[in-house]
């Protein structure tokens, strides 16, 4: 499934949360002359990587990617917390400046209004689709813990489950439960009993529809963020 994702990205043009492709957009363009964006978010996946030198970890897939297009050498995060972070690519302002410090506030309570990176897209005649984790979490009305789906940004957001099965397998916990994200697993089942498994297979199936207009999608994995489940 990675693999099919990976041949249809090359003919897309990859969002690399660059303000180009935002300054260009326009009502008048004409639709044919507007690229599809692809943009992809991997939470908490640092720099060890081969690209970057880091020798000893099979990265074939990103480094190909890294070697088409242009890799940062100094770049650096806004903040090392997610919530402020994601609040800080997606609105182009500094934490200071949306009052996001933490991850316990929805960015939409603080910006009801504000047009953020994949909205002023939509507002621009493209279809949005939104996949796992792109914005941070917020509460829902039962008081839960959910990926916040901003639907002012996304005409459609999908967020894939674990299954029974994706549970299970050989793990441990190396705080003896005292940390329970603090926990690996090499689960049984395949990529499709993961979130990002499905995540990935849906965005497949988006790429593969023909639509009649531009197509911004954001894919969102979830790891290598805790807690490290993975197929075996």
């Not at 260009?24 to 943009?39: G, I, Q, Y």
């Not at 939409?108 to 979490?137: C, D, S, W």
């Not at 005409?155 to 549970?167: P, S, V």
Request: proline fraction near 7%; include cysteine; aromatic fraction near 10%.
């Amino acid at each position: 499934m990675i693999h099919k994702l990976k041949k249809m990205i090359r003919p897309l043009v990859c969002a690399a949360l660059a303000c180009t492709p935002v300054l260009s957009l326009s009502e008048n363009t004409d639709a044919a002359k507007k690229p599809n964006v692809l943009l992809i978010v991997i939470d908490d996946l640092r720099t060890e990587l081969d690209c970057y030198g880091e020798k000893g970890l099979h990265t074939p897939n990103i480094d190909r990617l890294a070697h088409k297009g242009m890799l940062f050498h100094n770049a650096y995060d806004q903040y090392p917390v997610c919530n402020p972070s994601r609040s800080s690519f997606l609105s182009g302002l500094r934490p200071e400046e949306t009052g996001i410090l933490n991850n316990e506030i929805p960015f939409r309570r603080l910006h009801p209004e504000m047009v953020v990176f994949p909205q002023l897209f939509r507002q621009n005649g493209y279809y949005t689709a939104g996949l796992g984790k792109i914005f941070h979490l917020g509460v829902n009305t039962a008081g839960e813990k959910v990926l916040f789906e901003d639907p002012q940004s996304w005409e459609f957001f999908f967020d894939g489950k674990i299954t029974d099965i994706g549970r299970q397998g050989e793990g441990r916990n190396l705080t003896d439960g005292r940390l329970s994200w603090c926990q690996w697993l090499a689960a049984e089942g395949d990529d499709l009993d993961q979130p990002d498994g499905q995540n990935t297979a849906e965005a497949v199936r988006i790429l593969e529809e023909n639509k009649d207009k531009p197509f911004f999608i954001g894919l969102g994995f979830h790891k290598p963020h805790d807690p490290f489940f993975a197929p075996k």
